[in-house]
């Protein structure tokens, strides 16, 4: 008897934890409709391109990967894959696409992904070169997390959108207006994935910390109003807020198992105080479970490059912000996103972020070049930097963030830290010549990559371990498991995982 084989889907992701969020659901959304996941192309009966317009170069990734899907087309005629453009390329695309890529399929954006088995089935009846880029136009934002498989980890949208408008910055037209989801449903989504064995959270969006504007606390969330010495921007009292979700998660009994709260990115204008409270002791108003670690922003460290994008606040409120938090939290591990070679920017505001790294003391930075995007503010500015001086700022921010880190991750060397268990390490050269084993990898609660090597063959893929620091570099540790710290008793070994997140699939 012949059986039909299963469909194949392949999602190619570029860009942010939005795109591997969005690119997960639409695997998990396939997955109902009986379609498995591939890395092949050749093996694929459906492509998709999930792309990123944050930068030109992101753009071209996307576009350059497209391109090379044609030869699947040609080869396969009628039985080729089918292939689509989405996230934020789709977006901004809006099918001009097509004249370049007559092959292409379709295209839509991220508030179509919901509807991505309607489209996929609309091209298998033979209908090729639609749009679907409309942004959902409802005031509400109602949505249940997908993952697909069983996962430790799991990134839950909380917010979408964006209404910062940074001049330099695509998202607000790729993802439109900010809209967050309730408390109340939030939680029912958590406690769902957690009952399936999820126990790290990471609560998504552009602003998490604006989370809640528009949406009446008529369940009466405390705190009822947040406090920012810089101004007033996020939701207002009586609307719900980010630290009241914090504390909600905190108290829900159906949330007990859940390790560990991180939540990415946010914008210094929403780093409230009652945000800060939330990093300290218990007694202090803290909340035990979120991650000792915070993604902010800063983008700069020139007040005048800080005002031409449109930031609305001074680097000395940020270096406030940070300085409070590390008092509050001495533990927590900082990293932030910088752009180097603004239109205007001399070699002294150069200098000023590279000085700030010295003040802040960043585990980690993300730093790229100032890339135009059509549409935006900046994109009007001349782009005078030369492309020669952006890279050469860019080598030397990256080289002494490296100086610096190497003394931070160094300081850890001898602690015994708790380490979640992403999966094996992609190299396994820790090992010695002779030696049998394993290395696994994993983070702490302030988000630093641990690497250890296992001989006894077990499998600890999303497991919560006790880690003994004996080596460091600039961007890891590496240690050795400590064997009586309790594995069955931290793990109730209740679920199986079959994969995990890893940050390498988040290509920017
Ligand atoms: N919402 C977050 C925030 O407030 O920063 C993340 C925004 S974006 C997805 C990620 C990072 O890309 C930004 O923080 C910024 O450093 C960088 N970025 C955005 N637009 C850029 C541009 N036109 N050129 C270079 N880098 C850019
Ligand atoms: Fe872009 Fe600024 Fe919004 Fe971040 S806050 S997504 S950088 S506009
Ligand atoms: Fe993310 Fe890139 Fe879109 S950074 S929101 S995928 S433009």
Redesign the pocket.
């Known amino acids: 008897m012949n059986s039909t084989p299963t469909k194949k889907v392949l999602v190619k992701t570029f860009?942010?934890q939005m795109n591997v969020a969005d690119t997960e659901r639409m695997v998990a959304l396939m997955g109902e409709r009986g379609m498995e996941p591939t890395e092949n192309p050749k093996e694929a009966d459906l492509i998709i391109i999930n792309g990123c317009s944050?930068?030109e170069k992101a753009v071209h990734k996307a576009v350059s990967f497209l391109g090379e899907q044609q030869i699947l087309k040609k080869q396969k005629g009628e039985k080729g894959p089918i292939i689509a453009l989405g996230g934020c390329v789709g977006q901004l695309d809006k099918g001009e696409v097509f004249k370049r890529a007559p092959y292409l399929d379709f295209v839509f954006g991220p508030d179509a992904i919901d509807q991505l088995p309607e489209l996929v089935h609309k091209a298998e009846e033979g209908n090729r070169h639609f749009v679907q880029v409309e942004f959902d136009k409802t005031l509400a934002y109602s949505t249940q997390t997908k993952v697909h498989g069983s996962k430790a980890q799991a990134f839950v949208n909380i917010m979408k959108g964006?209404d910062?408008y940074?001049t330099?910055?695509?998202?607000p037209f790729t993802r439109g207006r900010e809209k967050s989801r309730t408390i109340q449903e939030v939680l029912d989504d958590l406690a769902g994935l957690v009952a399936k064995g999820v126990r790290e959270v990471t609560l998504l969006g552009?602003?998490v910390n604006s989370f809640g504007k528009g949406n009446p606390n008529t369940n009466g969330y405390e705190p009822k109003e947040l406090h920012n010495p810089i101004g007033k921007v996020g939701p207002r009292a009586g609307e719900e807020n980010f630290p009241q979700l914090l504390y909600a998660i905190e108290a829900d009994p159906r949330l007990e198992k859940l390790k560990r709260i991180r939540f990415t990115?946010?914008?210094p204008l929403d780093f409230s105080d009652e945000l800060i409270a939330c990093y300290g002791p218990k007694e202090k108003g803290g909340v035990t479970r979120l991650a000792k670690h915070l993604h902010l922003?800063v983008?700069s460290g020139s007040n005048r490059m800080l005002t031409k994008m449109g930031r609305h606040h001074q680097i000395e409120n940020y270096i406030a912000q940070m300085k409070r938090l590390k008092e509050l939290c001495p533990e927590v591990g900082m990293s932030t996103?910088?752009?180097v070679g603004f239109p205007t920017e001399s070699e002294e505001e150069y200098l000023d972020t590279r000085k700030l790294l010295d003040e802040v003391q960043f585990d980690n930075i993300?730093a790229?070049?100032?890339?135009?995007?059509p549409g935006?503010r900046?994109s009007k500015l001349p782009d005078d930097v030369p492309n020669d001086v952006k890279s050469r700022r860019l080598n030397d921010l990256l080289a002494h963030q490296l100086t610096i880190a190497k003394t931070t991750y160094a300081s850890r060397v001898g602690q015994t830290m708790e380490v979640l268990v992403e999966g094996l390490a992609k190299h396994q050269n820790m090992m010695k010549e002779g030696e049998k084993g394993r290395v696994w990898t994993g983070r702490t609660t302030c988000n630093r990559v641990v690497n250890f090597i296992d001989t006894t063959g077990r499998n600890y893929l999303g497991q919560l371990l006790m880690v003994k620091i004996t080596g460091s570099t600039s961007l890891s540790l590496s240690g050795e498991l400590v064997h009586d710290s309790g594995y069955a008793e931290r793990n109730d070994g209740s679920v199986q995982y079959t994969s995990s997140y890893s940050s390498s699939e988040v290509v920017?």
């Open positions: 860009g942010c944050v930068r964006c910062k940074c330099y910055c695509i998202v552009q602003n990115s946010s914008h922003p983008q996103d910088l752009i993300y790229f070049m100032y890339s135009p995007r935006t900046a920017q």
